[in-house]
């Protein structure tokens, strides 16, 4: 196993985050932590423009994390909410390879 990458669920995932942060994020709360959410949405946009891969990959497992910590402190199983709204395809159009119009939010 040295040296072989750990594949982690959204399921684990989100276990993992509650471990580590659930007390802290449970008495800030999910509005306040709303804001730290979109701090990181902000550097995400900022690597976007002008980050290298590694600082894109970094952003973008911060805006996974913080979303993941309100989501906890809503108690919404992610697994579940994806599963719902993504199990059984594209939810404008229904299919797998989305087929809706480009004009649409699918």
């Known amino acids: 196993m040295v040296g072989e990458k750990k594949v982690i669920s959204i399921h684990d995932f989100q276990e993992l985050i509650r471990d580590m942060y ?7 709360g ?7 959410l979109m701090e990181e949405v902000g550097e995400l946009a900022s690597a976007l423009r002008e980050g290298t891969k590694e600082e894109l990959a970094l952003e973008f497992a911060d805006v996974l994390a913080w979303l993941t910590t309100i989501a906890n402190v809503k108690e919404i199983d992610l697994t579940e909410a994806v599963r719902a709204k993504y199990g059984d395809g594209c939810p404008g159009c229904g299919q ?11």
């Open 96 to 106: 797998y390879v989305c087929i809706c119009p480009d004009s649409e939010k699918p």
């Open 22 to 28: 659930y007390e802290k994020d449970a008495a800030r």
């Open 30 to 36: 999910a509005e306040a932590t709303f804001l730290w």
